[in-house]
């Protein structure tokens, strides 16, 4: 039998100050993170390459002892949560070891967010050994084969897109994978009362301050978190160019949406700041406008 001093962990005064650290699960820790981000950026890559770490060999511990058959006398959920903190506590002691999986992931991510500082991530390893693909071909993996409707969609927007993403700094993917959520990749326009199409790409509302055309249509909206149909008022546009420069200024100039340009690194941040502003009334706006953003940056990517 192993004996048990074999398995100990070490005390929390000998382990690295990056182990003692849990994992950022948690508001209170999170908020750690953002803090440290707005304080130094690089430390914040670190430690975000360190959380993505540690939460993966957490994940591997799990896999694999549900592939073993559980054993002992112990076989209750006070054993279970002993060992789903014990794995925890390995995942933490697996981290941060010299040239591993998280220098890999910080490099990756300062190439996303800081390019000229990726290659001092390597520190004083040798070149060859800390090499890595181009960042485009890191990320790229297998591309899913679009429909026609979604490429076409893409490629009927993607210059305008790229235009207004010049001039507001919001990522064309965005733009055009808000678009899809809002249209059905175009196969469901706002349209004017003589059918004619409004060019509100955006689904952006005719709120009272509106001067421009106006359409109305009926939609769906979320009361209480239960679907409603009801008529609703959306701004008209004269071309698609319009609705894309509106819907920037809207999202680039408007207090309410601050936040949202403050997380323009990131679908996931961006779709979840543009329904905490409450762009949308949908509990799962967020979620959905995430999945369409990057439906919309595979489309791209196979159009080449």
Known sequence: MTPTTSLS????SAMPLALQRGLAVD????????HLAGRDSRAAVRETARQFEALFMRELLKS?????DSSGLMGD???????QMLDEQWALKMTGLPRGLGEMIERQLLLQTQPGAAGAAAGAAPAAALALPPAS????GPVAQPSATQAAFVSQHRQVAQQVERESGIPASFMIGKAAHETGWGRSPIRNA????????FGIK?????RGRVTEITTTEYVNGAPQ???????AYDSPLEAFRDYARLIGRSPRYAEVMQNLHSPRAFAQEVQQAGFATDPRYAEKLERMINATVNVKRALG
């Not at 003589?194 to 790409?201: E, H, I, V």
């Not at 005719?206 to 509106?210: L, M, R």
């Open 9 to 12: 962990l070490p005390a929390a």
């Open 27 to 34: 508001s209170t820790s999170l908020d750690q993170l953002n």
């Open 64 to 68: 694999m002892r549900e592939a073993t």
């Open 77 to 83: 959920e006070s054993a279970g949560l002993g060992t």
């Open 137 to 140: 071909a890191a990320v790229r």
């Open 194 to 201: 003589d059918g004619s199409d409004s060019f509100n790409l």
């Open 206 to 210: 005719a709120t009272s301050g509106w």
């Open 229 to 235: 149909r009801m008529v609703q008022r959306f701004r």
